[in-house]
């Protein structure tokens, strides 16, 4: 198995590399669209600002290869933190950004900022949180105990237009999409490199889809 990592500058590259090595599963950078074509699968690492990761998509010609390889079926791709914000239809990263701005669209729904002043708690959320499954069947957390603790870093959550897309669930003063799923694109929210064994057990059943 070789899973392809987009490196398009933003990302947690090398952690998401040494978590693939210690699964014994390859992982490679890909710096080109073009070698998208040299892998079976794929993740989208992100960091930052929603409208940062996607003018460098876009610019590195990356948007049109995952529409051309992803959406039409054939090739997994796994969004991971702001990755998986990006497979939404749209990001709003403020007040001022009404409209937003537009993302991958591989999963339909809106990126907005968590509620957290709401419940006096701070941002990002940082730190371990309990996820629960929505479909015990997910084969994204197959054998992997319904509320385990995985490792989050975000300011924003994804609101998705189904619930039927909604894999898996965190509550961080208010309950917030923890993972995705739309036909062979899922996304974490939360880091499944950072995330010990609970979280190496995602991205090996990533790797076996």
Known sequence: MNIGIIDYGVGNIGSIERALEELDVTGTLLTDP???TGVERLIL????????????L????WVAALNKNVANGNMPLLGVCVGMQLLSGSGVEGAADENGTPGLGFVPGTVRKLPAADHNLRLPHVGW???TH????A???ADIPDGSDFYFVHSYAFETESDNHIAAVAVYGTEFVAAVQNGNVWGTQFHP????????AVLKNFASL
Not at 45 to 56: D, F, L, N
Not at 134 to 137: H, I, L, N, W, Y
């Open 129 to 131: 949180n309990e996820v």
């Open 193 to 200: 490199e950072k995330s010990s064994r609970a979280g190496f």
């Open 58 to 61: 876009h610019g590195g010609g």
């Open 34 to 36: 073009s070698e998208i």
């Open 134 to 137: 929505r479909d015990p069947g």
């Open 139 to 141: 084969s994204l957390f």
């Open 45 to 56: 690492p992100g960091v930052g600002s929603y409208t940062e990761c996607m003018m460098r």
